[in-house]
């Protein structure tokens, strides 16, 4: 329980991780900053071999241009064997210029059939005009990141990312009901 200014604040638990990316999505901004787009893509990423795996979603900051992976997580699965395997697959899938190109496409699609991203967008990077150009770069010229959003971080979950190839942030995400309210 939290208690703020007198009010209980109850923890909720999703009851599955669809439930948890939706609380999550709400508050993306507040992660990873004002100036960043989330993108509800799940391509599935193929490695030259044919090695597949579907991230739970991407998101763009745009402030120092870089491309989050994002992955869910519920602290009660069983988080090495799975995190692992997955960031595993995403790494030999971004060795892939076809998958890089691939995932470019679909953010600038999405950007330039929302007038309100594309404006977005384009006052924060100065690009008028050549979108697909900064979309194909920053997927072609910069490593991604992955970020792992959890319920409830494990010290399990921590060692399994210690030596991961990519540079991996664990975010633990909790969400609390106002006592007699709810979510």
């Known amino acids: 329980m939290l208690i703020i200014d007198g009010v209980k604040y109850n923890l909720h638990v999703p009851k599955d991780e669809k439930e948890f990316e ?7 901004s507040e992660i990873f900053g004002e100036n960043s787009l989330y993108f509800d893509i799940k391509p599935e ?16 900051c745009l402030d120092e241009p870089s491309v989050y992976v994002i992955e869910y997580e519920l602290g009660r699965h069983p988080i090495h064997d799975h995190v692992v395997a997955q960031i595993s697959k995403f790494n030999k ?19 330039s ?10 006052s924060k ?16 010229l910069k490593k991604p990141k992955v970020v792992i959003i959890i319920d409830e971080a494990t ?10 190839t990519f540079e991996t942030k664990i975010v633990q995400f909790k969400t609390f009901e106002r006592d007699g309210v709810g979510l």
């Open 45 to 60: 990423l193929r490695s030259e071999a044919g090695i597949g795996s579907v991230p739970d979603a991407f998101v763009i």
């Open 93 to 111: 899938a971004f060795k892939s210029s076809e998958t890089k190109l691939k995932l470019a496409q679909a953010v600038y699609n999405e950007v």
């Open 125 to 140: 990077v100065k690009v008028k005009g050549d979108l697909f150009k900064f979309f194909t770069d920053l997927f072609l």
């Open 22 to 28: 939706g609380l999550v999505k709400e508050h993306y």
């Open 155 to 164: 010290e399990e979950l921590k060692e399994a990312v210690e030596d991961l």
């Open 113 to 122: 059939s929302d007038p309100i991203k594309k404006a977005f967008v384009e």
